[in-house]
């Protein structure tokens, strides 16, 4: 075979495969942006680290959700929606660090359609910089530069990041299997087996999940301590974004564990937040509610009737009812948890 | 702009059909076609810094010009060679030393200067070690005089700017005017993009799936957590697969891109896990760097021409600096260091055994050995290589020998099994990228003395329909992975 015969059947194999690739990813997103229960699957876990920015940045949303896995699992904006009347988006992904809940938030405020962010503070727990992200997070995540301003590419970066990286194509296509395993007038809250964040935590599962995170602790490290002044500094100015912060609920008895593995650590945690907290309102113009769910209440407390919660799918991560809860709570409801205005709110 | 990047796919694919172009039409402009696009290429990083390349071209171009017109006349140029080098290395030494010395001087003496932080330009320490060689070979009388066009483009040429091979100007120059016939140019081409694809699909599909595993047990030590024995080996051996695939990654295609243009860079990388000493390693890892060392710090130290001692310290030095070219932290010279007392055991072995008759029996096992102990010692100088200070190094090297903690950030499952009996498959037997296409001249001949690379047939890359689309299908595969990725390891340097 001669060079040019090379080289022509090399892109015609690149350019086929690359056609394919686009037309996959776009028919999925299709698919996605109008089926009814599409926004479920920010619910799913897989490549949503890839492919969130860009779906931010295509639903332009009023009210978005940033945190770990606990946002991730727990605030469905299909529920929201309907509940609350806005366009939401849950901007949760695995193991968040410190770092990375500082650029997604400034990414979310970066979106001028964005009025309300929500935000577990545990994405500052995990201040452990054996997780921190590689120096291409920045560039390849979400193409701003090391300070934070968007690149001129960042046109390239969407059509790249939507139709030709792997994980939009590993994302789309568990989003599609799942969207299309759901029946007629099935919604995700009939399919925990498709959508786990409607699943159900049994009295087993508790058991062994608290052998796993037995050892876990709830504290608030330097490195991240500065990751959550730099987001606080990057809201001060914000005065037409309203921002809520709150210690999840996680399980009662994984709370029992933060306490007995470092009972210091996570009373200083809470403590520094809302002195920062306190000390943002005071000078910013953007205002901050901070609510803590990390407490004794009918959440962390709740029963669990035939060894079934209705509350949790694990120990950590509550299910997407319960996000409702927790919005309406924030947003001036009654009901479980504490609103921290002062440092004597604190308990 | 990292050559794993959708912006350089765009840009190489952009930047070779406007040249396609102007090799057939305008040939006169196609050097200066390429300057352009390589000063946009470094631009893209940083355009204000683009500024001191073009400041650092003018002046050596200035100083070398004027050696060897100098030298031409038969007066004197020591001089001149020493403000040039003066000038280089200040340059180097502000930019990328003048914090680590300042810090170092204020810890060690008790002062307290100010330690400057200033933006290290991309690049410096490769483009600086280029114009360098060119103002001693001036002064040796071996440097003709070019055109400013084409020593500007010596410097900047894109495909080795960021991160080598480091060029010289003799082996580059005389190629930025040849030229080449259509059959040629579909060559070039096909070899270019193939080359270009396995190294892509190395970074992405190999490199860049060790690094988490490396990264999370280096940053433990770095907090000062005491790594247990099972995470210490596998983040230091997930680190040296790593690295060699980083960076046969960077080389191929830094290769390949050139290939396209059909301009041939200096070898570079020749398998050096298959080395079976310490010397060996070193004429197949980083061969470019190895040769400047070489050539323009060992020999002009006096190399091995004065006596065993003063050969050893002529290689310690060498090694020394060598390691601290790497990065203004003490921790590369530390590793340089180590290298240099491989290197001087090595020499001294050879030395001590070279009438040495090993028994019949032994024999078969003399070369397995030795790449093993080669390989073993290299890993260990990883260990320092990759640590971001001294005391996680000690932390690693006390895991390593099992007086670490009982951390378990990475798991030793069967697929990690899987994956590093598949690895040291691959670069202890597998040919490199450079054997499968050697019959096509890849690159430029390794340096004299340096170990010759051998044309495969097995496995030999070819131009066909199934060698289109497997190298295809890899590429687009390489491509879906781009997103997860970071920068090249010897961008940094």
Redesign the interface.
Known sequence: MSAKHYLAWFLSVVATALVALVAFNAYCEYVIFSDPNGASVETVSGFERVLKPAWLDSIAPQMVFVGSSRIREGFDPVLIDAAFHVKSFDYGVSSITPYEARRFLEDTLAHPSVRTVVMALDAFAGGNDAQKIGPGFDELRLAVTADGRPTPRRALWLFTTRYLSGGAAGMHALALYDLMQLGPGQTATDRPDLFEAYSRMTAASMRLDLAFRGERVMRLSRSAHEEFKAALADLCPRADVRAYLFFPPDNGAVIERYLANDRAGLLAFKQTVLEDVVRHNAVCPNQIALFDFMTRNAITEAPMPNGVSETYLDLVHFRPPVGVVLLKRMLGEAGPGTELVAPASLH | MPFN???YL?FIIVVVLVFLFLEERLPWAKRAFLLLVSYGFYAWWRADFILLVVGSTIVNYAVGGEITRRHALSRPTRALLVAGLVFNLGLIGLFKYAGLFVMSADGLLGLDYPIPHLFLPLAISFFTFEQISYLVDAADGKAKRYSFLDYALFVSYFPHLIAGPIVRYNDLIPQFSSSRTR?ER??D???G??LFTLGLAKKTLIAESL?PFS???F??A??G?AVSAVDAWLGTLFFAFQIYFDFSAYTDMALGSSCMLGIRLPFNFNSPYKAASIIDFWRRWHVSLSAFLRDYLYFALGGNRKGPALRYINLMITMLLGGLWHGANWTFMIWGGLHGLYLCVNHAWHAATENVRWPRLLRPFGHPAAVLITFAATTLAWVVFRAQNFSSALIMLKGLVGLGGATS?VSFTPLAALALVALFAIVWFAPNSMEMTWAFHPALDPPKGYTKVRAIRWLAWR???L???V???I??AA?????????FIYFQF
Do not use: C, H, K, W
């Open positions: 990047s959708y912006p765009v059959e579909d060559r081409l096909s070899l993009v193939t690094a990264d999370v047990v940053a433990a770095r907090q957590l950030f131009p066909s329909r060698s289109a689309t190298i295809g299908l590429g687009i491509v879906l992975a781009l997103s997860n990725l970071s920068p």
